[in-house]
């Protein structure tokens, strides 16, 4: 098989799943197939956009934020906001600086982390949703926190299942 644009080169194009595949599974990271453009969303683009989004909307208008969310303007809920936009950009910038890597040690040490605070994020966000502190938009955070969670934890353990189950 010859990779699309390789002009008569014969060049070796690996699977998923092959054992010959040189790059670990968790530096592809891909959520589905490529798109026409041969670009594929990963869980870290996909954190990291959603990073800078609210990070960058937490520091700039903390108070529209926190409307959107349902919760009560004050001063200290706006200091809050600004404080949770700082760590969601140091998060995105984390995760894009952390796009290229390719050793599994690096990888680990920005999965396992990743993993458990998205889960911590998780049941904060489920918690705040249920007791009427955020309406009903919380819920979207829930989705983010679990999606971050999830992906962490399968790309984490994505090695270990081929290591078991494919030798």
Same mark, same amino acid.
């Given at each position: 098989?010859?990779?699309?644009?390789?002009?008569?080169r014969n060049w070796p194009v690996f699977s998923a799943f092959s054992r010959r595949d040189p790059i670990a599974p968790q530096a592809r990271a891909a959520v589905g197939r490529h798109?026409?453009?041969?670009?594929?969303?990963?869980?870290? !683009?996909?954190?990291?956009?959603?990073?800078?989004?609210?990070?960058?909307?937490? =520091?700039?208008?903390?108070?529209?934020?926190?409307?959107?969310?349902?919760?009560?303007?004050?001063?200290?809920?706006?200091?809050?906001?600004?404080?949770?936009?700082?760590?969601?950009?140091?998060?995105? =910038?984390?995760?894009?600086?952390?796009?290229?890597?390719?050793?599994?040690?690096?990888?680990?040490?920005?999965?396992?982390?990743?993993?458990?605070?998205?889960?911590?994020?998780?049941?904060?966000?489920?918690?705040? !949703?249920?007791?009427?502190?955020?309406?009903?938009?919380?819920?979207?955070?829930?989705?983010?926190?679990?999606?971050?969670?999830?992906?962490?934890?399968?790309?984490?353990?994505?090695? =270990?299942?081929?290591?078991?189950?494919?030798?």
């Amino acid at each position: 098989m010859t990779r699309p644009g390789a002009r008569g080169r014969n060049w070796p194009v690996f699977s998923a799943f092959s054992r010959r595949d040189p790059i670990a599974p968790q530096a592809r990271a891909a959520v589905g197939r490529h798109n026409k453009r041969g670009i594929g969303l990963s869980v870290k !683009t996909f954190l990291t956009f959603f990073g800078l989004l609210f990070g960058v909307a937490d =520091l700039l208008v903390p108070a529209r934020v926190g409307v959107i969310f349902g919760m009560e303007p004050s001063r200290s809920a706006e200091l809050m906001a600004r404080f949770f936009g700082v760590a969601l950009l140091a998060w995105a =910038l984390i995760s894009w600086f952390a796009r290229d890597f390719h050793d599994e040690s690096d990888l680990r040490h920005i999965l396992a982390p990743s993993g458990f605070a998205h889960s911590a994020g998780v049941i904060v966000a489920t918690i705040g !949703t249920l007791s009427g502190t955020m309406n009903a938009m919380g819920w979207t955070g829930v989705l983010i926190f679990l999606f971050g969670a999830v992906g962490s934890f399968y790309f984490l353990t994505a090695d =270990l299942h081929q290591k078991v189950f494919h030798t």
